[in-house]
C-alpha cells in the first residue's frame, strides 16, 4: 500500500484495539467468544487437551530382528495409528530389568504395558499389585491379576503342519530345531513340530537344542552346522535375532538339498532361496484387539488366547518354493489345518 491509502485504516486502530481488549478480558474470564462456557484452565492457565492412552513395550531383543521383538513393535506401532496412542518401547535383555522397566512406565501414568515374552510373566505378578491403574500383559506369559493378563497364541497349530511338511520334504528323515531359551511356549511349539512330523513317519528323527540367547547368531548358526553335518535336511529356528546365524547356516548348505523354517513372523523373504514357509503370529492384531478393550474399558485379567480359528495363527508358505513340497504333503498340511479350525483336530504339543 502506498502511504495515503493507509491513512483511513489508522484513523480506526484505536476502535479495533479496544474491542480486542474487550475480547481478552471476556476470554480471562472464562467465557467465549460465541457465548458458551469455556473449559475451566488448569493450573498453568492452559486449557488441557484430551490426553492420548500411553501404552508402552518392554522387549529383550532389537526390534529389527525380523522376528519376534520386530513383530511386537509393529503391534506397537498399530496402536498408535489406529487408536491415537502415545508409544514407547525398551529394550531389557536382563531379568533384572524387567520390574524397573515396568515400574518406570507406571510411574509415568501409562495405561498399559506389555512384556513380550512368557520371562515377564513373574515380573508382572510382583509389580501389577503396586500401580492398580496400570494394565500389564505378557506375551505367552501366565499371570492373571485384575490388572494382568497372560496374552497367548497356539503357535502348536502352525508348527504341527510344519512338522508335517517336514516329514513330507527331508530325505534324510532328520530335522534340527534350535530355541532361544526353553520357554514354555517355545517348548510347546517344538513339541508340536515333532507331533506334526511323526504323525507322517512315526520314525522321523528331530533332535532339539537352545541356544541360551536370543541375540547370539554365531551360536546359533554352530549348532545348525553341526546338525547339518549329523544327516539334517531341515532346521526350524525359533531364537528371535539368533535364528538368523540358523538361515545363514542353510544358505550355505543349499546345494546339499538343506531347507528351513522361520517362525513368529512371516520370514519367508529373509532366505527365499531355503525357507519353505513360516509358522506365523499375528502379534499386531494381538496387541491390537487388547489395546481396544483396555482403551473401551472391557479390559478383563484373564488369559487372552488365539489360535487358527480367529486368524491370528497361520502358515505362510513361500510361493517361490512351493514345488519343492510334494502334492501329497500339501494334502496332508491342508487336511490337518481344516481340522484344525474345525476343532476336529487337537494339538496339545
Same mark, same amino acid.
Given at each position: 500500500?502506498?502511504?495515503?491509502?493507509?491513512?483511513?485504516?489508522?484513523?480506526?486502530?484505536?476502535?479495533?484495539?479496544?474491542?480486542? &481488549? &474487550?475480547?481478552?478480558?471476556?476470554?480471562?474470564?472464562? /467465557?467465549?467468544?460465541?457465548?458458551a462456557s469455556a473449559p475451566a484452565p488448569n493450573a498453568a492457565g492452559s486449557v488441557p487437551a484430551a490426553e492420548a492412552m500411553k501404552v508402552g513395550l518392554l522387549v529383550t531383543g532389537p526390534v529389527n530382528d525380523d522376528g519376534w521383538n520386530q513383530i511386537a513393535w509393529e503391534g506397537l506401532q498399530r496402536?498408535?495409528?489406529?487408536?491415537?496412542?502415545?508409544?514407547?518401547?525398551?529394550?531389557?535383555?536382563?531379568?533384572?530389568?524387567?520390574? /524397573?522397566? +515396568?515400574? @518406570?512406565?507406571?510411574?509415568?501414568?501409562?495405561?498399559?504395558?506389555?512384556?513380550?515374552?512368557?520371562?515377564?510373566?513373574?515380573?508382572?505378578?510382583?509389580?501389577?499389585? /503396586?500401580?492398580?491403574?496400570?494394565?500389564?500383559?505378557?506375551?505367552?506369559?501366565?499371570?492373571?491379576?485384575?490388572?494382568?493378563?497372560?496374552?497367548?497364541?497356539?503357535?502348536?497349530?502352525?508348527?504341527?503342519?510344519?512338522?508335517?511338511?517336514?516329514?513330507?520334504?527331508?530325505?534324510?528323515?532328520?530335522?534340527?530345531?534350535? @530355541?532361544?531359551?526353553?520357554?514354555?511356549?517355545?517348548?510347546?511349539? +517344538?513339541?508340536?513340530?515333532?507331533?506334526?512330523?511323526?504323525?507322517?513317519?512315526?520314525?522321523?528323527?528331530?533332535?532339539?537344542?537352545?541356544?541360551?540367547?536370543?541375540t547370539n547368531a554365531n551360536a546359533a548358526k554352530e549348532m545348525a552346522l553341526a546338525r547339518i553335518r549329523q544327516g539334517a535336511d531341515i532346521l526350524f529356528p525359533n531364537a528371535d535375532a539368533a535364528g538368523l546365524g540358523v538361515f545363514q547356516a542353510v544358505k550355505e548348505n543349499q546345494a546339499k538339498g538343506?531347507?528351513?523354517?522361520?517362525?513368529?513372523?512371516?520370514?519367508?523373504?529373509?532366505?527365499?532361496?531355503?525357507?519353505?514357509?513360516?509358522?506365523?503370529?499375528?502379534?499386531?492384531?494381538?496387541?491390537?484387539?487388547?489395546?481396544? /478393550?483396555?482403551?473401551?474399558?472391557?479390559?478383563?485379567?484373564?488369559?487372552?488366547?488365539?489360535?487358527?480359528?480367529?486368524?491370528?495363527?497361520?502358515?505362510?508358505?513361500?510361493?517361490?518354493?512351493?514345488?519343492?513340497?510334494?502334492?501329497?504333503?500339501?494334502?496332508?498340511?491342508?487336511?490337518?489345518?481344516?481340522?484344525?479350525?474345525?476343532?476336529?483336530?487337537?494339538?496339545?504339543?
Open positions: 500500500m502506498t502511504g495515503r491509502e493507509d491513512r483511513p485504516w489508522r484513523a480506526l486502530a484505536p476502535a479495533v484495539l479496544c474491542l480486542l &481488549l &474487550l475480547a481478552a478480558s471476556c476470554a480471562r474470564q472464562g /467465557e467465549a467468544p460465541n457465548g496402536i498408535e495409528k489406529e487408536l491415537g496412542a502415545q508409544i514407547s518401547h525398551q529394550l531389557t535383555e536382563r531379568a533384572e530389568q524387567f520390574e /524397573e522397566g +515396568f515400574r @518406570g512406565y507406571a510411574r509415568q501414568g501409562y495405561r498399559l504395558v506389555f512384556g513380550h515374552g512368557a520371562e515377564f510373566s513373574d515380573a508382572i505378578a510382583r509389580v501389577a499389585p /503396586e500401580f492398580p491403574d496400570t494394565i500389564f500383559v505378557s506375551t505367552g506369559g501366565r499371570t492373571a491379576l485384575a490388572n494382568a493378563a497372560p496374552l497367548n497364541a497356539a503357535m502348536e497349530e502352525a508348527t504341527y503342519l510344519l512338522g508335517i511338511l517336514a516329514a513330507g520334504v527331508s530325505k534324510t528323515g532328520k530335522a534340527g530345531q534350535i @530355541g532361544g531359551t526353553e520357554l514354555p511356549p517355545v517348548k510347546k511349539a +517344538f513339541d508340536a513340530f515333532v507331533a506334526g512330523a511323526k504323525s507322517v513317519n512315526p520314525s522321523f528323527e528331530v533332535t532339539t537344542q537352545y541356544v541360551g540367547s536370543w538343506v531347507f528351513a523354517f522361520g517362525a513368529n513372523k512371516n520370514q519367508n523373504d529373509i532366505a527365499p532361496e531355503v525357507i519353505l514357509a513360516s509358522a506365523v503370529m499375528d502379534v499386531p492384531e494381538m496387541f491390537l484387539r487388547l489395546a481396544r /478393550e483396555v482403551k473401551e474399558g472391557a479390559f478383563k485379567g484373564e488369559p487372552h488366547r488365539y489360535g487358527m480359528k480367529d486368524g491370528v495363527i497361520s502358515l505362510v508358505m513361500n510361493p517361490a518354493l512351493e514345488a519343492k513340497i510334494p502334492a501329497a504333503t500339501r494334502q496332508k498340511v491342508e487336511e490337518a489345518k481344516q481340522g484344525i479350525e474345525a476343532g476336529t483336530l487337537k494339538v496339545d504339543g
